[in-house]
């Protein structure tokens, strides 16, 4: 890949020529062509859609609905199986609330150890209202999902098994194909959901070849806008899925004794949605493909690799990184901890002396911090294609600089 051509479509590298981005798990940066389809809509077609009767109504929702074929498209599903939502987590929260009505007390819902608060509350949420069970499925020590005792918690009365493709802390790379026929083998009922907020910048999706119930992810994390999200689901269970948003443009009949709802996806669409957003993710997703997704593995697995073997030589016994050591086995994120130095203090230096972005803190999985790894907190670099050797080179140049400062 010609990293230096790439750097060239995103204006930020423009007007900040030092600046090293290794937080791409937390939110990738947007290129110029995603940003110019959301100037394009509001400077030539700006109109609610599916309402107005004129042509820049029909333009914006032509574009609109050439979105959901993109996203279907790219996720190998039905166009009706495909909602936009605000982004994974609103899409998690509408699974979680709309199958309330479907779980009782004798339920048990399955998560893993390793799930973002996104995945792990609104199921933790749904079985206090419920009395179903809340069970956790743990991981090895080398970061791992313990397939071994997740299916020994599936059982003839697992409802949901919801879990994360890609660990946004480990990144652990969860065999979910392979789960999911394992999983059905011991109940063919339990529902699964994936939460591809981590995997969906990473690697192929492919909801018809995984055959999971759900997937969640946010367009903001695949070169898209913020506030764009998508929620997949079988049309058998979409039907199923209680509206929990209800208004506007989601109905068929209103009355004062009742409502009925519209068809998929419809339904699950209540109010105006990011128009302008759902618009450029059609950009973001063709951005993705041009790369092709072989050879964002093969730059991803090349830097993960450079960073590891590096941080390691240069850091010896004093640096712990979280996570399997076998690169094929894990994506975008590499989490450590240095010494005694509060990753806070680590990301804040970084920036200040060498305008190098991390993540430090919890990253929005606090039972995976406190409880499996035992630690306060990690700090976090992540890579996406925009990033180089050099880029790691300048990370780990700060990273001395930090503990130079710290020690
Ligand atoms: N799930 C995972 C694994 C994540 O990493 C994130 C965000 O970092 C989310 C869910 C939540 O995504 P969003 O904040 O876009 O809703």
């Known amino acids: 890949m010609d990293i230096d051509a790439i750097k060239r479509d995103y204006d930020i590298f423009t007007r900040d020529e030092s600046l090293i981005y290794l937080d791409s798990c937390a939110t990738s940066l947007t290129p110029r062509i995603v940003t110019a389809k959301l100037l394009e809509y509001y400077n030539s077609y700006n109109a ?6 004129y042509k820049a109504s029909t333009k914006a ?4 609905e050439m979105s959901r074929k993109v996203v279907a498209n790219f996720l190998n599903a039905q166009l009706e199986e495909v909602v936009f ?9 509408m699974i979680a609330h709309g199958l309330t009505s479907q779980i009782s007390n004798t339920d048990n819902i399955v998560v893993t150890a390793m799930e973002h608060h996104a995945n792990f509350i609104p199921w933790q949420q749904l079985c206090e209202h419920t009395h179903a069970d809340f069970r956790v499925a743990p991981i090895t020590d080398d970061g791992l999902l313990d397939t071994d005792q997740l299916l020994e918690l599936i059982d003839e009365n697992t409802k949901i098994l919801a879990l994360t493709h890609v660990s946004n802390v480990l990144g652990t790379i969860n065999p979910i194909k392979e789960l999911t026929q394992k999983v059905r083998a011991k109940n063919q009922n339990t529902l699964i959901v994936v939460d591809a907020a981590q995997s969906v910048a990473h690697m192929k999706l492919d909801v018809a070849d995984v055959d999971c119930d759900f997937l969640a992810f946010s367009m903001h994390k695949l070169f898209g806008p913020t506030g764009v999200g998508v929620l997949y689901g079988k049309k058998e269970h979409l039907e199923k899925l209680t509206p929990i948003f209800t208004g506007g443009e989601m109905i ?3 009355t004062t ?11 699950l669409e209540a109010g105006t949605p990011h128009i302008a957003g759902v ?9 993705a493909k041009s790369f092709g997704f072989e050879k964002i593995r093969e730059h991803e697995k090349e830097l993960l ?3 590891t073997n590096n941080l390691v030589e240069n850091f010896g016994d004093d640096i712990k990184i979280f996570g399997p050591c076998d690169i094929s086995l894990r994506s975008g994120a590499i989490s450590f901890t240095l010494k005694n130095h509060h990753p806070h203090d680590i990301a804040t230096i970084l920036d200040d002396k060498k305008n190098v972005a991390i993540r430090a803190g919890q990253h929005c999985a606090m039972p995976l911090h406190l409880e499996t790894l035992k630690t306060n907190a990690t700090a976090r670099v992540s890579f996406s294609v925009y990033n180089t050797k050099a880029d790691i080179d300048a990370f780990i140049d700060g990273l001395k600089k930090v503990d130079e400062i710290l020690s």
């Open 85 to 93: 939502t605000s982004g994974t987590t609103a899409s998690l929260n």
């Open 48 to 53: 609610n859609i599916a309402r107005g009767a």
């Open 252 to 254: 068929q009949e209103v």
């Open 61 to 64: 929702t032509e574009e609109f």
């Open 305 to 307: 690799t450079y960073c």
């Open 279 to 287: 618009i450029a993710s059609q950009e973001a997703i063709a951005y």
């Open 257 to 267: 004794a009742c409502t009925t709802f519209r068809e998929l996806p419809h339904r």
